[in-house]
């Protein structure tokens, strides 16, 4: 079996994981939040919409480096897998930064756990040398609960198979903001801006502008690079022909104008290139918008309770006809070499039905709203963006693999940390993308 490097995990994967099922450091076995008795009725009745299998092995393994066991939106899940079919979630733990290569020993060891929450690098490094295991066989695309997930996960084929089965679809990065600043000093309010259909890259500016001339301690932007507002052209970095093969985009004349965009706020010092956690940043309230993950706003929230705090998402190219927004869909891989594929889908089963059934998913947001401390109206309209409100642009580039990392920090950070230009690092770093592209098309048949 062919286990190599994947590529290192940047805090953007983080985002993308932590945007969806907050981290816990638990070790058990079952759910750490508890449910009402009127909770647990919903979740009982919704047991009946559930295929009829008997598990022979009852356990499945979720490696990781949190405990999805503590999780505000997969707690009515796992109850159910509880309920309907006697599971549980053993969480098997490993360190953030050896999880890739622990991986690798377990799949090669004969050791391998069932479920591994997905990552950027999944498609096509991680599925290209054989670290998950091909669904087709256990899920129904034609079924009312997965008919809704194929479009996503067809952009994800390997040689004609599904690796990858989304059980949600939802926004990547967002921009998160303090409306009660905005208000204190007479800001349009962005989301204002967006019910109106006026929230665009210009009226992103003029905001970054009004904000910033507040005084020089005043940041406009700060968080994700590049890749949330490529994806607002319509683009994406790398994508996928319709012939399922890999496609570079990197020389792409909208590419180039957003870019290019992003580099003149950068030169007019409406971005900042230093970091900081994004609840310390807010919280000093000399940051306009922070572009994260939507994990980031409990904290945020936590260190300014008394404030009003805003998420939108990143803004519309001008040029677009339409919101185009960054995949953040969510799924778990089924680890190569897992001994419970069966217990494995029945699980993913329950996820999905959470999505689609109206009383589980009402239980879901109850349990988000306590647990996370959501603003309803948040709440809503992140659920409104996750119905498909929008399209999803599917982007892969942090699938490549270990040895383009260096190419795709310059590329994806260049022009909007360090005000570089987009044409000479593009041809700078080009080739090295697009050699490796060629290579895993051509293990494409």
Excluded at 142 to 149: A, D
Excluded at 296 to 307: F, M, N, R, T, V
Aim: hydrophobic share 35%.
């Amino acid at each position: 079996m062919k286990i190599t490097k994947i590529l290192t995990a940047s805090i953007l994967c983080l985002s993308l994981i932590l945007s969806i099922t907050a981290c816990t450091d638990g070790k058990g076995s079952s759910s750490t939040i508890s449910l009402t008795s009127e909770q647990q009725g919903v979740i009982s009745n919704a047991a009946s919409l559930l295929p009829e299998d008997e598990l022979e092995n009852k356990v499945v393994k979720q490696y990781g480096f949190y405990d999805i066991n503590g999780a505000a939106d997969i707690v009515p899940a796992i109850n159910l897998f509880e309920q309907k079919y006697g599971g549980k979630i053993e969480y098997v733990q490993v360190d953030w930064d050896q999880r890739f290569t622990a991986l690798a020993n377990l799949i090669m060891s004969g050791e391998s756990p069932d479920i591994f929450p997905r990552e950027e690098n999944v498609w096509p490094d991680g599925i290209s040398n054989n670290q998950y295991a091909a669904l087709d066989e256990y899920i129904d695309f034609e079924s009312p609960l997965w008919s809704g997930t194929k479009a996503i996960a067809d952009q994800y084929l390997w040689e004609g198979k599904h690796y990858y089965v989304p059980w949600v679809t939802a926004n990547g990065d967002l921009l998160i903001y303090d409306k009660t600043r905005f208000e204190e000093f007479a800001i349009d309010d962005p989301m204002d801006l967006y019910d109106q259909g006026k929230w665009d890259w210009n009226a992103f500016k003029a905001i970054l502008t009004e904000w910033t001339e507040i005084d020089d301690e005043h940041i406009g932007y700060r968080g994700s690079n590049a890749r949330p507002w490529i994806a607002s052209t319509g683009k994406a970095f790398v994508g996928i022909g319709e012939d399922g093969k890999i496609v570079n985009n990197i020389r792409d004349n909208d590419i180039a104008r957003v870019q290019d965009f992003l580099q003149q706020l950068r030169l007019e010092e409406l971005i900042t290139d230093e970091y900081k956690d994004p609840a310390p940043a807010m919280e000093e309230g000399l940051t306009a918008f922070y572009g994260v993950g939507e994990w980031a706003l409990s904290g945020i929230q936590e260190k300014l309770p008394d404030h009003e705090i805003g998420i939108v998402t990143f803004p519309k190219d001008p040029n677009a006809d339409e919101y185009y927004i960054q995949d953040g869909s969510f799924g778990y891989m089924v680890i190569e070499g897992s001994k419970n594929i069966k217990g494995a889908v029945a699980f993913l089963s329950c996820c999905r039905l959470m999505q689609l059934d109206a009383d589980l998913s009402q239980t879901s947001k109850e349990v988000m709203l306590t647990e996370r401390g959501y603003e309803e109206w948040q709440y809503e309209y992140l659920m409104d963006i996750r119905s498909g409100k929008h399209p999803l642009i599917v982007e892969n580039s942090y699938g490549l693999g270990a040895s383009v990392e260096d190419s795709l920090s310059n590329l994806l950070d260049g022009p909007i940390f360090r005000g570089e230009s987009w044409a000479e690092i593009r041809e700078e770093h080009y080739n090295v993308i697009d050699e490796v592209i060629k290579s895993y098309n051509a293990e494409l048949k």
